[in-house]
């Protein structure tokens, strides 16, 4: 089924990502085009496998660096990089964030690790070995997000925009914004860049979108709602705290499988999803 966008929609869509979001030196504008814009496809998943995951991490970022997990935690005086094998078991120290610092996205690029901070402007690098810290780079925006493609880091701030970045001196390379047949996508949060397609959590839903990473067009969502209950979970994290939500997406290549998990869930889930070629 295809829609046609509604342009008043749009404009009220606009005016309150503006309101959330840094102010630019230009406003995003839709693609245009006289063809409508399909509605985006139904991404299908299958579990593959159940893990244990901490109810102590408020889960911000999720990277597979061969077989070990890369999780980035938020929240001030708990932010942490946090180290686990193939059964989510930790393997080393973690890198515990100053108790100032809210700790946010996370990606491996070139044997170095990059780690958001929430409001504090900043982006932590790390020695992909060592785990030192070997640099910090000044960010305008506030921080969500955060995958690479083959020359740039990806980064978004909570709105609909996505910004490429250069990884050797965080200077913007371009903006692409989320869309889909009902206008901009806000909330974007944790990405995750597979096979020239990207992968997007969206805050406070259930909801994983596949989006063309060249024009910002969401072409298949994966609705997760009911997947705790689906592998065993009786209580859901959100009866305690509705921030409890979905958000932590990475892919393991030699696998071929997602690794998803939550803010404070108690497993992390393997699956493989359907999604568009």
Same mark, same amino acid.
């Given at each position: ?128 070995? *060592? ?17 690479? =493609? ?9 709105? *609909?925009?996505?910004?490429?970045? @250069?990884? *050797? ?7 692409? @914004? ?8 806000? =909330? ?6 597979? =096979? ?37 979970? !009786?209580? @859901?994290?959100?009866?305690? @705290? *509705?921030? =409890? ?17 939550? !803010? ?14």
């Amino acid at each position: 089924m295809k829609h046609y966008i509604n342009i008043t929609v749009f404009v009220i869509a606009i005016l309150a990502i503006a309101c959330n979001e840094p102010k630019e030196t230009k406003e995003p504008k839709l693609p245009v085009s006289n063809t409508a814009i399909n509605t985006p496809a139904n991404m299908t998943y299958e579990i593959v496998k159940t893990y244990p995951h901490a109810t102590t991490s408020y889960t911000e970022g999720l990277e597979w660096s061969n077989d070990t997990l890369i999780e980035s935690t938020g929240n001030y005086k708990e932010s942490k990089l946090i180290f686990m094998d193939s059964n989510m078991k930790i393997i080393q120290n973690p890198i515990k964030l100053d108790d100032a610092y809210f700790g946010e996205g996370t990606t491996l690029f070139k044997d170095k690790i990059y780690q958001l901070t929430y409001k504090e402007h900043k982006v932590f690098v790390y020695d992909a070995t *060592s785990l030192k810290k070997i640099q910090e780079f000044y960010w305008p925006y506030e921080g969500w997000g955060m995958t690479h =493609n083959d020359t740039a880091i990806i980064i978004n701030t909570g709105g *609909s925009s996505l910004y490429y970045v @250069d990884p *050797s001196t965080f200077n913007k390379i371009k903006t692409v @914004d989320v869309y889909d047949n009902n206008g901009y996508v806000a =909330n974007v949060n944790e990405l995750e860049y597979v =096979n020239g397609k990207l992968f997007a959590n969206v805050y406070m839903t259930d909801n994983i979108l596949q989006i063309d990473p060249a024009t910002g067009e969401v072409k298949a969502v994966a609705n997760l709602t009911n997947i705790l209950a689906a592998v065993g979970i !009786k209580e @859901d994290p959100k009866l305690k @705290d *509705s921030g =409890n939500v979905l958000n932590g997406i990475a892919y393991h290549k030699q696998r071929g499988t997602f690794f998803i998990t939550g !803010k404070y869930w108690p497993v992390i889930i393997e699956l493989k999803f359907n999604y568009v070629k």
